[in-house]
């Protein structure tokens, strides 16, 4: 139980790390992909809400104590982001598939694999949302410069993170638990 | 009706929930330090309070050190790639430079031929410029003898471009030698420095006649030697040796080289000259072959002339190597060079005899001025010494200081 809390905090602290130092060496076109929802896309998808939400917070206080940019930005749109995005691709519950099946639904979910980079795409794609709406209410005019640079963000962060999904997923144990199952 | 757990499954079962509900208990508390850090810095920005920064102080304490590692890592990895990559990069341009540095090379080597290709142009363009009654025709060397005894070349041209046997083959204003075994589309020529090649000359300052052989297959120099000059005369060094026009169909007056050594005078048995030939024999790619046909006028007033050479060779010939230029070996015997007896003998030679070709070959000078072979402007060059040598000098063994005998130009 505690190899899991440990588990936890390590990638926590290691996406913060990421984003900080590593994210500006993978840039594309100039454009970096966000490291830190890519990691909570994964957990989100393999571990659920409740973990999603811590390591959203903490990723986003850190990022907001160490790296701020705005004010307030990275420690309420890390958890917000990464919450939406949870919501939608995280695992249903046997209840809600329960539920969902009575009323004619199908009662099936997506592939993990399928939504963990989806999920990192919902997320990032309101995290870029948010920044456009940021600076368009700041009186910068929004050209397709600034619409490429989010296209491209999304894509690559969502690419991206169906890559790199698969050794943090072993990491977190959970082709051992499906094993088990 | 109730079904029985066994004890140890409803142990595993009360620990599961146990466990479960402990790590809600931290996820819930762990949740709420986070809510309580967030919310002392959201407190922190909008009080300001510096109190409030004390936590978040805490953390950047111990982030710090940690992210500085961290960045030092990534750093060193991203280093150790931007390194790889310049490498690449470098070696790819480098490759692309040597690529191109070789494609310049071989512009420059293609520059280069097409300027000597030029150049040689241009030099047998002033040739066939100057000499269009002797019917010049340009023909490129397609094949040569690489032995060390003959001195023989093939051109790409024959008897169907007009070419006959003994034409005058010239390059760069100087003779190369004559056409023989012409076929319909190549002929052979023989270079005056073989041994089996025999030309009329005449030194151009006195006007004396005598026979230029090459010394190719005797000594292995590209030299030539001219007999049968008259006793009473001394060529000197520079004299400019020319076609005679006598024997075969020569024009006169084509420079055949100029006169390197005498050797006459010092012995009575060493009669005759050495002769360093104007043409370069190891850079022929280009000759002209001068179809030269003399007229029915001309050869009517050379048959009656008595000007021509009679090549009576001299009672004293006794062709014995003289001393080589640039060695201080003295050849001395004689079985080393060739006897005058078959080289002399106008049968063994496709020199001209006296007699039998006397009609078949007549002068090219028989009245008329134009026939005389006309060296083109770029080529007429000074001898080496830079001025003219006085055409009857005294016979001395060795050559006579340059400044005693010379008339300035």
Redesign the interface.
Known sequence: MFGKVIKIAVLSLLTYLLQATTAEYLALWNVAPNLALMMIAIVSVALGRKYTFVVALLVGYLLEIMIPMLEYLNLILYPVAAMLGAMVFSDKSERKLGAEFTIGKHGTQLNPHLRTPLCAGLSCLIFEGVHLLYTYLAGVALTAGHWERTIVSVVYTTLLTGLIQFPVRWWLGVYKLKKAR | MKLKVPKTERRKSVDSKG?RI???V??VA??VV??A??GT??FK?IIGNEQLAVP?EA??SI?TP??SG??SV??GI?NYFYTLKLRSRLELEYNNLRQENEQLVYQAMLVQELQHKLSAYETLFDEIAENELMNPLVATVIGRTSGNYFSVFTINKGSNDGIEDFMAVTMGGALVGYTYNVMPTSSSVRSIIDSEASIAGLISSSRDQGTVRGTFGVDGQAMCRMYYLPEDHLPRPGDLVVTSGVGMSFPKGIPIGTVRESTRGMESNKQYIVVEPSADFEHVEYVIVLRYQPTAEAVEERSSSNDSIAYTPLDTVVPIPTIQIGSDFYQLSPTATPSPEPSIDPDATPSPSPDASAEAAPTPDGGNQNYEYQVPSSMQTDNSYGFTLAPTATPSPTPPPLDLSVEED
């Open positions: 466990k402990l790590r809600n931290l996820i762990a949740v986070l809510l850090l967030a810095h959201l920005l978040e953390v950047t982030l940690l992210q961290f960045a990534v750093d991203s």
